[in-house]
């Protein structure tokens, strides 16, 4: 027999809601049902492979039930706003899925349901109905059977004509019999009062049906005879209204259900809107090739298709044009090293491959050096650091003019990945695979740049991506191709003495307990805190007694032991992260680490480290500052040299809140923390004392990140009263600070996201939530990404500044690092005041605030010295 799948659109809907946590797009669309939905779907689909597919929903307004009985389903309450919106976002999907579904007024899903799969029985079609919702099992037959979800929509459990026999011993038609006598309490179906399930099921075993029950009362005893008699006609009403038509006046043709392809274009597109990244990819693999995709065959060997042209016609064209595409097929080998498997260069409509063995040619490299460093050819490509490190083992000098991966990044920072083909899907409406080949992208280039760069000046972030990001990406190519000496055996020596460390600390933590374990072992760890040494249990987990950071410190004061723990744990991070880690990542012949720096990764537009993250060490521990001694200078001749922004972040807070008092703190060149002290505490400027100057501290920072009266009573160790008295002087004495934070919030509300002082954007999908939690959240977001966004816009444009400064006059000083608001650069020292003033300069002005910025100038030969 063919085979149906029919949907409960609505019952699955409302469960995949309540079963899975909200989740929103980054503009704050709610999507947690539809993407629940669809991973049911997709699931069922491969697992029963139907010949039609039908989804059903209820139409609004009253149906026949209601007609009869008004309490029909009063007791539900209405559905939630976030999920109201779904229903239109799963129809458009369904219908870019080429998946037929339908509502009918006065009807409800069930009735269609009913409708369809009887008349597909007679049409010799089998049905598999998928539902939450138990009444459908009525439905069930020889070629009819019910899947029912359970514990939200991940766990089905399948009936069909005998489990309803085994678990009920009725046949499916007594359901409607069944529910006429229990009732239902989820639509507001009374039944018989004191009748349960198991009670109606023997009822019927007896009698057989619900009328039969109803006459044969007198044969009944006590309550259960009274109420059967009592409640008779209600319990006629209750089985009607339980019962499915199966004669809706529905118009359809199983022709029109056929399960057919979806249209990938749209579907993508789609879930590209609502990113459903992980449901793109599962899909990626089933999309047939696009047939407007130009492909190589054995593109390796140079054999191309027809309309693929040489390397020369390509340059010739991109000379007419002054515009290319380069896409780079390499993979990082080692720490500084690139294997290239080849080039991909388009311009206009004709594109070439260029094989790792061709490149190997002189003349084929010296012909490519001169086309890509042309600075009259405009050069578009995606992820242009990755690319220019590459080249670079060509001795290319790549720079591009615009980059795809930069570009999809401003338009929307909460991305996961930035990969072509997702560019291509949603920005060019074309379905691509995940796995399409770079000659399918590389031909997408020149569209996707022109789409975007619209986007771009749509949301006035020009300047943003030409200024200041993509030159940046050149400045952090360099800065990982040049790396950070290291002091290897200074290094090892480091270990040794954390080594040595942790085993003193190993023995008096075996003194303290009484007896060896491993410390290592949260479970042995747990047994001799709270089962030996009789320590008070603070929290457990699924796996026994909870010894985190945060219990140990709660425990702290009650066991000297505590204290050695915390001890072990700090030397063991220190040894193991960093002296041992560091160590395996220093490159043997130059003596030097080499990180990765990442453009694309933070929300708020900060730059990261990885692999290692040279921006974690710790600095307010000896320890911590040591490590920080084992990077060097080139060598001897050389010095590190460091600029510091001064409260950058609190001199754009002064800046965009126009906050008077600030202002004029910045303006004098006043210690900031020592005015908000004098001004919040009430005492003359030179009573501050240190204590008071860092509660100040504690409270400026605090205001920055939203911080609560109980956040910095719990950092300063005070009430929660007197922490609000401190922040209510503050905003006493900067009222437009409040002005400020409030606007920002109340425009978040409006927007859905914040802008920097670049038009750096950040959406924030959770600041209308009616989720305590997630909108306080998302409000502390809303207030702190315009500051520390817009630090790190001004940090940034410092580093092309002053990398730009630097080639211009001549001199070999190199950046090294960015570690939040600071710069490392290494310099030869008879260049060392030039480059002082360079950096200086160039910190100092990279932005015009109304306020000063100010930088801290440091020299050292290592890191711990600056």
């Known amino acids: 027999m063919k085979k149906m799948l029919l949907i409960d659109g609505n019952s699955l809907l409302h469960r995949a809601f309540h079963a899975l946590p909200p989740l929103r797009t980054s503009k704050g669309v709610p999507t947690n049902a539809v993407y629940g939905f669809l991973n049911m779907l997709l699931r069922i689909l491969q697992e029963e492979q139907p010949d039609y597919v039908a989804v059903a929903f209820d139409k609004k307004g009253p149906t026949f039930r209601h007609e009869e009985f008004v309490e029909y389903k009063s007791t539900r309450p209405p559905t939630p706003e976030e999920l109201i919106g779904q229903f239109d976002l799963l129809k458009e999907i369904l219908k870019a899925m080429n998946i037929t579904f339908f509502e009918i007024d006065g009807y409800e899903a069930d009735d269609i349901i009913g409708t369809i799969s009887k008349k597909g029985e007679k049409e010799g079609i089998s049905s598999i109905i998928v539902t939450g919702d138990k009444d459908e099992l009525q439905l069930i037959s020889r070629n009819i059977k019910v899947l029912v979800t359970r514990k939200g929509i991940s766990d089905i459990e399948a009936y069909d004509l005998e489990k309803i026999n085994s678990k009920y011993g009725i046949s499916p038609e007594a359901i409607t019999d069944l529910k006429g006598l229990m009732g239902d309490k989820s639509d507001n179906i009374p039944g018989i009062p004191g009748i349960g399930e198991k009670t109606a099921a023997k009822l019927l075993q007896e009698f057989g049906s619900l009328e039969n029950v109803l006459e044969n009362f007198d044969k009944l005893k006590g309550k259960l005879k009274e109420n059967i008699q009592k409640y008779a006609d209600q319990a006629k009403d209750s089985k009607y209204l339980a019962t499915i038509v199966t004669n809706v006046p529905l118009e359809f043709d199983f022709d029109n259900i056929k399960y057919r392809e979806p249209d990938y274009d749209k579907l993508m597109n789609l879930l590209r809107e609502l990113e459903f990244y992980s449901l793109i990819d599962r899909l990626s693999k089933n999309i047939k090739d696009n047939k407007n995709v130009k492909e190589t065959e054995n593109a390796a060997d140079m054999n191309f298709a027809e309309n693929n042209s040489s390397l020369e016609d390509v340059i010739k064209l991109a000379a007419i044009e002054k515009r290319l595409s380069i896409l780079v097929d390499a993979k990082k080998k080692n720490l500084k090293s690139y294997k290239i498997d080849g080039l991909y260069i388009c311009a206009k409509d004709e594109y070439a491959f260029v094989s790792g063995k061709l490149l190997e040619k002189s003349d084929v490299r010296k012909t490519l050096k001169q086309l890509l460093e042309d600075p009259a050819v405009y050069k578009i490509t995606h992820d242009s650091k990755f690319i220019r490190n590459a080249l670079r083992q060509l001795d290319i000098d790549f720079k591009c003019q615009f980059d795809t991966m930069l570009a999809a990044y401003l338009l929307e920072s909460s991305r996961p990945r930035y990969d072509v083909p997702l560019l291509v899907t949603e920005y060019l409406g074309a379905a691509m695979p995940d796995t399409a080949s770079f000659t399918e992208q590389i031909i997408h280039m020149f569209a996707l740049r022109d789409v975007m760069d619209d986007k771009i000046k749509e949301y006035d972030m020009s300047k943003l991506l030409y200024e200041v990001e993509i030159p940046l990406s050149v400045v952090l190519s360099d800065m990982e191709h040049a790396g950070i000496k290291v002091d290897l055996g200074k290094l090892q020596e480091l270990s040794a003495k954390f080594g040595e460390k942790l085993d003193l600390l190993t023995k008096e933590i075996y003194e303290l307990a009484g007896t060896e374990f491993n410390i290592n072992s949260p479970k042995q760890l747990g047994e001799i805190l709270f089962e030996k040494l ?333």
């Open 534 to 866: 009789l320590l008070p249990v603070i929290k457990k987990t699924k796996t026994g007694y909870s010894t985190d950071a945060e219990v140990l410190e709660k425990l702290r004061p009650l066991h000297p032991i505590i204290d050695k723990i915390l001890d072990y744990r700090f030397v063991m991070k220190m040894k193991s992260t960093y002296a041992d880690g560091l160590a395996a990542l220093v490159d043997k012949e130059t003596s030097r680490i080499y990180t990765s720096f990442n453009q694309t990764v933070t929300t708020t537009g900060r730059i990261s480290s990885t692999e290692p993250n040279l921006q974690n060490i710790p600095v307010k521990t000896e320890e911590g500052k040591h490590i920080r001694g084992v990077f060097t200078a080139d060598g001897p001749g050389h010095l590190l040299l460091s600029g510091d922004y001064s409260q950058i972040e609190l001199r754009v807070l002064a800046h965009m809140s126009e906050d008077p008092g600030l202002i004029d703190s910045f303006l004098k060149g006043e210690d900031i923390h020592t005015r908000t002290a004098s001004e919040v505490f009430g005492v003359p400027l030179e009573e501050v004392t240190p204590s008071l100057r860092n509660k100040a501290k504690a409270v400026n920072f605090g205001i920055i990140y939203g911080i609560s009266d109980y956040g910095l009573a719990q950092n300063l160790g005070i009430s929660n009263k007197e922490a609000k008295e401190y922040i209510d002087a503050y905003f006493k004495r900067y009222p437009k600070v409040k002005d400020f934070i409030r606007e920002t919030i109340a425009s978040a509300r409006i927007q859905g996201y914040v802008t920097t002082l670049l038009n750096r954007r950040r959406y924030i999908p959770d600041i209308n939530s009616k989720n305590y939690h997630l909108r306080s959240f998302a409000e502390r977001t809303a207030v702190n990404t315009p500051i520390q966004g817009s630090a790190a816009d001004i940090i940034k444009i410092a580093m092309v500044n002053v990398y730009k400064a630097l080639k211009e006059n001549g001199l070999g000083a190199k950046i090294l690092l960015q570690v939040h608001d600071e710069l490392i650069l290494d310099s030869r020292q008879e260049e060392l005041s030039k480059v002082k003033d360079i950096l200086k300069d160039c910190m100092e002005h990279a932005f015009s605030l109304k306020v000063p910025l100010t930088v801290d100038i440091h020299q050292g030969y290592t890191w711990e010295e600056l």
